[in-house]
């Protein structure tokens, strides 16, 4: 680095600047490779094996995970080095602070970003197909993206719907609790693999949840888990979004983080309003985002970008229309998809830092 600083401070990058940024890069390929060795940690069961806070060396942590003890033993190097794991120089163990644990072995907490873990490896595994449809702006699929995307996005989306879903975000809605105590019925459209249908399932005994994917294989997971679970009010079923049955009308139609990957939103709302019973509600969640992407130059807004440009816009670039609405639409893009859906009511009735809770009525 110093020899290209030497180089490059007669003319053209600011030396410092040149530096600062070098600097900045270099943390974030050193994080790219900390994904991973999140990732075989939480797939071996490292972190867990550690997640009680005593201090241990390699060879009793390798013991204990059933994993090898000179891979282990570098692999934890590279987690100290991190910051991922501590250790003690002067007894020569590893440990893992509350912190740490919250982050790396907490499954189904908020904390826990194993699931972003999971889903970027995911993505590393299809890099040639990402590659080919950048330069030739085709489309590719849900369907096409790797097992580690599709089961990592549900760990990213999942401890959030747990933590808001039942307790914050369904209150705010006019009127629905209500109903769906009583026994009212829900669409839940882009299910993926059933985990915010089986919150509502759960608590709202007495209404029919119908969980609805493209994707046919997140819906034969969808399927196996709620039997797992025992739920007699829930039931999945492969559709697009814009040939949901209307059955007997939807009192709640839901979107979960899917709007933004369809094809064309704007009929999949249209259908979504023509499917709702008088007075009721479509409710749409999707990324927290501001209207100018200046508001979103920030981490989160990163992997928004980033997810987006992999995942999101090639799935609506193989749908018909192929609107590309992207992971950051923002309230006012939102706001003008669901009105020319024909929706006259369209207000934001919740917020968490990752997601917006709108709330759409004819």
């Known amino acids: 680095m110093t020899d290209l600083l030497e180089k490059t401070s007669g003319a053209g990058p600011d030396v ?3 530096q600062a940024l070098a600097g ?3 943390g974030d390929l050193a994080g790219a490779m900390g994904v991973l060795m999140g990732y075989i ?3 071996t069961g490292v972190y867990r094996t550690m997640a009680d806070g005593e201090g241990r060396d390699a060879e009793e942590i390798a013991d204990l995970a059933k ?3 000179r891979y282990l033993t570098e692999w934890l190097s590279a987690n100290a080095a991190l910051g991922y794991v501590l250790y003690d120089a002067a007894t020569g163990m590893f440990s893992m602070t509350p912190e740490q644990v919250a982050l790396f072995a907490s499954e189904g907490a908020e904390t826990d970003l194993q699931g972003f873990f999971q889903s970027t490896v995911g993505q590393y595994m299809t890099h040639a197909e990402s590659i080919d449809v950048f330069r030739s702006g085709a489309g590719l699929p849900w369907s096409s993206q790797h097992a580690c995307m599709i ?3 549900d760990r990213v989306f999942r401890p959030g719907y747990e933590a808001n879903l039942i307790s914050s975000w369904i209150p705010a809605l006019d009127g629905i609790e209500e109903i769906l105590e009583r026994g009212g019925d829900v669409a839940d459209i882009g299910c993926g693999e059933g985990s915010s249908a089986m919150l509502l399932a759960q608590r709202f005994p007495r209404s029919a949840i119908h969980g609805f994917d493209i994707h046919a294989p997140s819906i034969e997971r969808a399927r196996e888990r709620g039997r797992e679970a025992g739920m007699t009010n ?3 079923n492969t559709a697009a979004a814009d040939t949901i049955p209307a059955w007997n009308g939807y009192d709640l139609v839901c979107m979960f983080d899917a709007l933004h990957d369809m094809g064309d939103p704007v009929g999949a709302a249209r259908h979504a309003c023509s499917i709702l019973r008088s007075g009721g509600s479509l409710m ?3 990324p927290r985002a501001g209207d100018d992407l200046s508001d979103n130059l920030h981490p989160l807004g990163a992997i928004f970008y980033s997810a987006s440009t992999l995942a999101c816009l090639p799935n609506s670039k193989s749908q018909p229309v192929a609107a590309c609405l992207g992971a950051q639409a923002g309230p006012a893009r939102l706001t ?3 009105n020319d859906a024909g929706f006259t009511s369209v207000r934001i009735a919740a917020e968490t830092d990752t997601n917006l809770v709108i709330e759409a009525r004819a």
């Open 234 to 236: 829930l039931t999945f």
């Open 16 to 18: 410092e600047k040149l």
């Open 284 to 286: 749409l969640v999707e």
């Open 336 to 338: 003008r998809v669901l």
């Open 24 to 26: 900045k890069v270099m």
């Open 41 to 43: 940690g939480d797939q």
């Open 151 to 153: 089961c990592g996005t």
């Open 67 to 69: 994993v090898d003890a």
